[in-house]
């Protein structure tokens, strides 16, 4: 594992490469992004961002959103795939927020988490984007990628969460997370493009997997042949 000085300075380096690392989910509130987010499960922030203008239109705020019907709020998000779990969530979620918060999102973890369709994950965007409260999100190329470069050493995403706020500090967890989601979308791909990365010398992936890979073959020198000595002439002897 590298020290807190180590991922430090790679953080600073994935910085100058991803200047004004932020969210890519467009919204104006809390709630607007808590919606956002759960959508975004097993979907694309360019997709969701297609859908959410219409949708917070007709949904503006929680008590809204509580009073949705299924098959009409299942007809707007269909295209953000899961469409129906997703529906269920938004409402539960709605619901909860008027009945517990006085339809506010709540600017704590445990309140967050206890709302129906909401994750850690989900819940450290909202805090570290929509409420200024640190937070560091941990999505698949968080994982990826801080494992992949040697920052963390977990595939648990409690675990790897847990290790980066460990070393960084609190002001800098979302825009870690950002940065580390944008590396992930941008560079460090399932198949990278390490030559135009940044943290290329630091990484673990590309000295153990990809600079081994790109080593030439050597091939193994046939020894040489030794030639076979010329047979001596036998002399003959005249006879007498």
């Known amino acids: 594992m590298k020290t807190a000085r180590d991922i430090n300075e790679i953080f600073d380096k994935l910085d100058t490469q991803h200047p004004g690392a932020d969210t890519e989910l467009h919204f104006r509130t809390a709630f607007e992004l808590l919606v956002a987010t759960i959508l975004s499960a097993q979907s694309t922030d360019a997709l969701v961002n297609t859908v959410t203008p219409a949708l917070f239109k007709r949904y503006p705020d929680a008590t809204a959103m509580a009073r949705a019907r299924t098959s009409a709020l299942e007809k707007q998000i269909h295209s953000t795939g899961f469409f129906r779990a997703k529906s269920k969530a938004l409402i539960g979620m709605a619901k909860a927020l008027v009945e517990r918060h006085d339809g506010e999102v709540p600017a704590t973890m445990e309140a967050l988490v206890d709302l129906p369709g909401v994750g850690r994950k989900t819940a450290n965007v909202v805090l570290g984007h929509a409420l200024g409260i640190p937070g560091l999100p941990v999505d698949r190329h ?93 002399v003959r002897t005249p006879r007498r």
């Open 142 to 234: 968080v994982l990826r990628v801080a494992n992949r470069i040697g920052v963390v050493d977990s595939d648990d995403p409690v675990e790897v969460e847990r290790q980066l706020i460990s070393v960084l500090a609190p002001e800098r967890w979302t825009r870690a997370s950002d940065t580390l989601i944008l590396h992930g979308r941008r560079i460090c791909r399932p198949r990278p493009l390490c030559d135009t990365c940044v943290v290329r010398d630091d990484c673990d992936y590309f000295r153990t997997v990809i600079a081994r890979d790109r080593e030439p073959v050597k091939r193994a020198s046939k020894p040489a042949r030794r030639k076979a000595p010329r047979a001596s002439r036998r």
